[in-house]
């Protein structure tokens, strides 16, 4: 059974940046969209970014265009979501989730596995 685990959240200055991870377990990534989520306290789970199975497919939401970066590695089965410049309001538990092949926006079509998230925590 395919298990998605995310990694690399942690506590860091407003202006600095972290790589996040989604390794699968039991199952691939390479051939799936694959979403990266976020939610902060008190706020509904939002899009941050989809990458496609076809490649140069990126989506970024208005937020963190331009200082976030999506990619993956196939052959460690693995997305990364790299991002820069973080702002206090990027604080949140970072999720992310396989889908089919293409995305919606920066939401995996037809998602069908969560991981239990990294939490992030931008503050001076």
């Known amino acids: 059974q395919l298990q998605v685990v995310e990694s690399g959240g942690g506590l860091v200055q407003p202006g600095g940046s972290l790589r996040l991870s989604c390794v699968a377990s039991g199952g691939t990534l390479d051939s799936h969209a694959v979403g990266w989520f976020r939610q902060a306290p008190g706020k509904e789970r939002e899009g941050v970014s989809c990458i496609s199975s076809y490649a140069g497919y990126e989506y970024y939401a208005d937020p963190v265009k331009g200082r976030f970066t999506i990619s993956r590695d196939n052959a460690k089965n693995t997305v990364y979501l790299q991002m820069n410049s973080l702002k206090l309001e990027d604080t949140a538990v970072y999720y992310c989730?396989?889908?089919?092949?293409?995305?919606?926006?920066?939401?995996?079509?037809?998602?069908?596995?969560w991981g239990k998230g990294t939490l992030v925590t931008v503050s001076a």
């Open positions: 989730a396989r889908g089919g092949p293409v995305c919606l926006n920066t939401t995996p079509y037809g998602m069908d596995n």
